[in-house]
C-alpha cells in the first residue's frame, strides 16, 4: 500500500543571510510583534514567523474550528543555549529559586510550540519531534498519520534550530521552516493553490547492526510505487557509514545518484531541503536524511507546473503592529 500524499498548501521560511551577525539578523520586534516576544526562546520565536509566513501563503486556518487544528513540530538543538543557562542557575548560581519565571516555562523541546499553538489556535494536538537530524521529516510522517486517522483537518509541521553554544560566529542552524498540510480532497474543494504533495516514512536500525535486506527500498516502494518515474534524489546526510550505506541503497532503488548536502547539527537543514523542493521547479523528488545514530527518513515530494510554485520561495513573515 502506498503513503498517502498530503496537499502542501503553504510554506514559510525564516533564516539568515548570508553573511549576518549573531544576534542581529532577526529582530522579535519587528517578524513577531513591538510586546510580548522579548523572553520567548529564538527557536520558538523563529518558528513562530515561519508558521505565520506558511499561513500567509496560502495555508488554511481560520476555516477549521480549532479542534480541528493540529501541530507537529521538530527541533534538536536548539534550546541548548537556553538549557545551558537553567543549569548553571540551578548548580552553580544560586538554585532553582534564582530561575527566570518568563524562561522558566521552556524547560523541556516539548514546549518548542507552546506559544505557536496558543496563537494559532492548534488544539486538536501538539506533537513535538526530536530526533536526531530526521526529526524534520518524522513530524511530516507523524502528522501525516494523524491526518489520515481523522485526528485534525488541517496541520502546521515545522521544524527550528537556534546555533549551538560555542559554535563559531555565523555558524550553526538557525532559523525555522513551517508548512501547512491537509488532504488533498479538501484542498481543491476549497480551490487552494497547492505548492505540491508529500509523504513521509522513517526507519531505524539499532547502530552496530546489519542493514536489514530489503528495509530502505520498501521504505522508497511504499513512497513511490511507480518506481519507472524520473526522480531526484538529494540525500542530506552526516557522513557516516550508516547513513552512506542508506543512501546507497535509496540510488539504487531509485535508479539514479543522489545529490548531497551535508547534514547540520540539528534537524533543520533537513526541513530546508524539503521546502526548496516544495517551492522550486515541476518534478518528482526523493529526500533522505540520515545519521550514524541509526535513524533515516525518506519524504516524497511532487510538484506540477503551475505559475503559483515556479520560481516563488518560501513566504516570509512580514512585520506585525499588534500583539
Same mark, same amino acid.
Given at each position: 500500500?502506498?503513503?498517502?500524499?498530503?496537499?502542501?498548501?503553504? =510554506?514559510?521560511?525564516?533564516? #539568515?543571510?548570508?553573511?549576518?551577525?549573531?544576534?542581529?539578523?532577526?529582530?522579535?520586534?519587528?517578524?513577531?510583534?513591538?510586546?510580548?516576544y522579548k523572553y520567548l526562546p529564538a527557536?520558538?520565536?523563529?518558528?513562530?514567523?515561519?508558521?505565520?509566513?506558511?499561513?500567509?501563503?496560502?495555508?488554511?486556518?481560520?476555516?477549521?474550528?480549532?479542534?480541528?487544528?493540529?501541530?507537529?513540530?521538530?527541533?534538536?538543538?536548539?534550546?541548548?543555549?537556553?538549557?545551558?543557562?537553567?543549569?548553571?542557575?540551578?548548580?552553580?548560581?544560586?538554585?532553582?529559586?534564582?530561575?527566570?519565571?518568563?524562561?522558566?516555562?521552556?524547560?523541556?523541546?516539548?514546549?518548542?510550540?507552546?506559544?505557536?499553538?496558543?496563537?494559532?489556535?492548534?488544539?486538536?494536538?501538539?506533537?513535538?519531534?526530536?530526533?536526531?537530524?530526521?526529526?524534520?521529516?518524522?513530524?511530516?510522517?507523524?502528522?501525516?498519520?494523524?491526518?489520515?486517522?481523522?485526528?485534525?483537518?488541517?496541520? =502546521?509541521?515545522?521544524?527550528?534550530?537556534?546555533?549551538?553554544?560555542?559554535?563559531?560566529?555565523?555558524?550553526?542552524?538557525?532559523?525555522?521552516?513551517?508548512?501547512?498540510?491537509?488532504?488533498?480532497?479538501?484542498?481543491?474543494?476549497?480551490?487552494?493553490?497547492?505548492?505540491?504533495?508529500v509523504a513521509a516514512?522513517?526507519?531505524?536500525?539499532?547502530?552496530?547492526?546489519?542493514?536489514?535486506?530489503?528495509?530502505?527500498?520498501?521504505?522508497?516502494?511504499?513512497?513511490? #510505487?511507480?518506481?519507472?518515474?524520473? =526522480?531526484?534524489?538529494?540525500?542530506?546526510?552526516?557522513?557516516?557509514?550508516?547513513?552512506?550505506?542508506?543512501?546507497?541503497?535509496?540510488?539504487?532503488?531509485?535508479?539514479?545518484?543522489?545529490?548531497?548536502?551535508?547534514?547540520?547539527?540539528?534537524?533543520?537543514?533537513?526541513?530546508?531541503?524539503?521546502?526548496?523542493?516544495?517551492?522550486?521547479?515541476?518534478?518528482?523528488?526523493?529526500?533522505?536524511?540520515?545519521?550514524?545514530?541509526?535513524?533515516?527518513?525518506?519524504?516524497?515530494?511532487?510538484?506540477?507546473?503551475?505559475?503559483?510554485?515556479?520560481?516563488?520561495?518560501?513566504?516570509?513573515?512580514?512585520?506585525?503592529?499588534?500583539?
Open positions: 500500500m502506498s503513503a498517502t500524499q498530503w496537499a502542501v498548501t503553504g =510554506v514559510g521560511a525564516v533564516a #539568515p543571510e548570508a553573511g549576518a551577525e549573531d544576534g542581529a539578523w532577526f529582530d522579535h520586534r519587528v517578524r513577531l510583534g513591538p510586546r510580548g527557536a520558538a520565536q523563529y518558528l513562530l514567523a515561519a508558521a505565520r509566513g506558511a499561513l500567509d501563503d496560502g495555508g488554511r486556518c481560520e476555516a477549521v474550528p480549532p479542534e480541528r487544528r493540529g501541530a507537529a513540530l521538530a527541533l534538536n538543538g536548539g534550546f541548548a543555549e537556553l538549557f545551558d543557562a537553567m543549569d548553571r542557575q540551578v548548580a552553580v548560581e544560586g538554585g532553582a529559586a534564582g530561575l527566570s519565571p518568563a524562561t522558566a516555562p521552556y524547560f523541556a523541546v516539548s514546549l518548542l510550540g507552546s506559544r505557536l499553538t496558543a496563537e494559532l489556535a492548534l488544539k486538536a494536538f501538539a506533537l513535538t519531534l526530536a530526533t536526531p537530524r530526521v526529526a524534520a521529516l518524522e513530524a511530516v510522517e507523524a502528522g501525516g498519520r494523524a491526518l489520515a486517522a481523522g485526528r485534525c483537518d488541517t496541520l =502546521v509541521v515545522g521544524a527550528a534550530e537556534h546555533r549551538l553554544p560555542g559554535s563559531p560566529a555565523g555558524r550553526g542552524e538557525q532559523g525555522a521552516i513551517a508548512m501547512t498540510l491537509e488532504p488533498r480532497a479538501a484542498a481543491e474543494a476549497r480551490g487552494a493553490r497547492v505548492r505540491g504533495t516514512r522513517s526507519l531505524f536500525v539499532p547502530p552496530g547492526r546489519e542493514l536489514p535486506d530489503g528495509l530502505v527500498p520498501g521504505a522508497v516502494r511504499r513512497l513511490l #510505487p511507480d518506481l519507472d518515474t524520473a =526522480v531526484e534524489v538529494h540525500h542530506v546526510t552526516d557522513g557516516s557509514p550508516f547513513a552512506s550505506a542508506v543512501g546507497a541503497e535509496v540510488d539504487r532503488a531509485a535508479g539514479t545518484t543522489g545529490r548531497v548536502t551535508p547534514a547540520g547539527s540539528g534537524c533543520l537543514t533537513g526541513a530546508q531541503a524539503l521546502a526548496g523542493m516544495l517551492t522550486g521547479p515541476p518534478g518528482t523528488r526523493l529526500l533522505l536524511t540520515a545519521t550514524g545514530e541509526g535513524h533515516a527518513a525518506l519524504a516524497l515530494v511532487r510538484t506540477a507546473p503551475g505559475p503559483y510554485r515556479n520560481s516563488e520561495k518560501p513566504h516570509t513573515s512580514q512585520k506585525r503592529e499588534t500583539h
